[in-house]
């Protein structure tokens, strides 16, 4: 696509927005910068971008003026689909893209997209890794913190992609197509977003949208959603389970993760790995199912699942302090995550939870207490409805507190030696934190500070 003759439209001025931006102006383009907050300025601007860039600043609504010139809107990934706008566009034949969309029409290389209610930035990670071993040249991008639109221009031909996608993201992909895709799970996430289960189940599923049967889709077999998309999807499909042998796939049998396209090969024990709970050998599973169809030799597989150690904010261990353990799962931001860091706990835990309202249920996630959870401290916007439900489910160790520093000086009063300390969320950090990471970077500071 030409670029140089075309207005594009940027919806947002957070960092996929401006990343954009830098993107259109190496590539030439008509570029009209929109945001709904009157506040900011042209200036401001420009010192974000760290760079001189000419652009045509738009705030508080768009004109019609404005809305004649463009040829392309590209929106940032909090900015919903149906929105008046962005209706109002697309009734227009304007093309809305996503920052993804945008840095594949501009970008090169070979792509694999991670996809998933939760675990894709762990599977994102390690699937990077494992291509560090094999490729010369290898980009991790996406939903992973670093935009796919920052890197497009330094892709080469040879260049691996590996993409972290959201269903944010994948609402506005229009030619996006991987070489390898994998879902990874659909539990309920994002529900104010997309309003229903079947609209957010079908984002995901956009992922594999594009694909031609020669290529592939990795999909998890204990997912009864995934199991009934599979015959929707144009790719060959690639199974991977935690619970029962496949004849085509890859699954845990005992403690060995068994890889079968033909003959069943062992690729690793789950004593090889630094990560912990079944959640993560199902990342793992997917991981490896991606790098094999790229292409990657096993023993390069091999090494670099021995040597992962995850990634931050995902049950990543803090410090132990009195003989209590610290962990740190701030991106557990729905209740299927938090229930999974439960899971993967092997000590009497005191968790830390509540955030941003997702509309979200948390029955399930008081329900996989039992047993594990001596104590639950709640703060954010959802603490009266998380302790309501614990109420119901008979749990009643339930503390608020307004802070997460209050939260992290609750627990250590909680805790005695030997057990956990777990902040596992089940909601969203906005509102309190800018994003989940500044919420676990705080919460490890915190800790630091006992």
Not at 187 to 203: I, S
Not at 245 to 263: K, M, N
């Amino acid at each position: 696509m030409d670029f140089a003759d075309k207005t594009f439209l940027v919806v947002g001025t957070g960092i996929s927005g401006l990343a954009a931006v830098k993107l259109l102006a190496r590539k030439q383009a008509r570029i009209v910068l929109f945001d709904s907050n009157t506040e900011l300025s042209y200036e401001g601007i420009q010192e974000k971008l760290g760079q001189p860039v000419e652009f045509d600043l738009v705030l508080g609504e768009i004109p019609e003026r404005v809305m004649h010139r463009v040829d392309v809107a590209v929106l940032s990934p909090g900015v919903p689909t149906d929105m008046p706008f962005v209706i109002e566009m697309q009734e227009r034949n304007i093309p809305v893209w996503g920052e993804i969309e945008l840095a594949y029409m501009a970008g090169k290389g070979r792509v694999f997209a991670i996809t998933g209610t939760n675990g894709k930035t762990t599977t994102t990670a390690l699937v990077g890794e494992i291509m560090k071993t094999y490729y010369d040249s290898v980009f991790v991008v996406g939903n992973i913190g670093l935009p796919y639109t920052e890197h497009a221009l330094d892709m080469r031909e040879e260049s691996v992609v590996v993409a972290e996608v959201s269903s944010f993201q994948l609402e506005t992909i229009h030619k996006f197509r991987p070489e390898v895709s994998a879902i990874l799970n659909i539990t309920p996430d994002h529900l104010n977003r997309h309003h229903t289960m079947e609209c957010y189940a079908q984002a995901k599923g956009f992922i594999a949208k594009n694909q031609t049967k020669d290529q592939v889709c990795v999909l998890n077999y204990e997912d009864e959603i995934l199991r009934k998309m599979a015959g929707e999807i144009p790719a060959e499909v690639f199974w991977f389970s935690s619970s029962q042998p496949l004849e085509r796939g890859i699954w845990l049998e005992g403690e060995e993760i068994i890889y079968c396209d033909g003959e069943p090969v062992a690729v690793c024990s789950i004593h090889d790995m630094q990560l912990l709970g079944k959640h993560n050998y199902e990342n793992v599973m997917a991981a490896v199912a991606i790098a094999i169809h790229a292409g990657v030799p096993l023993d390069c597989i091999r090494k670099a699942v021995r040597e992962f150690q995850g990634v931050e904010h995902r049950i990543e261990y803090v410090r132990e302090v009195g003989g209590v353990k610290y962990y740190n799962d701030s991106k557990g931001t729905n209740p299927d995550a938090a229930i999974k860091a439960v899971e993967a706990m092997i000590a009497p835990t005191v968790v830390i939870g509540g955030g941003y309202d997702k509309e979200s249920s948390y029955d399930e996630w008081i329900a996989s207490f039992e047993g594990k959870v001596k104590c639950l401290i709640l703060l954010g916007q959802t603490r009266e409805a998380i302790a309501e439900a614990a109420g119901r489910a008979g749990f009643s160790n339930v503390i608020l507190v307004d802070t997460l520093e209050e939260a992290v000086r609750a627990s250590r009063e909680q805790a005695e030696p030997g057990d956990a300390v777990l902040l596992s969320p089940a909601c969203a950090s906005w509102g309190m934190f800018k994003n989940y990471e500044e919420r676990g970077r705080l919460f490890k500071e915190y800790v630091h500070q006992l």
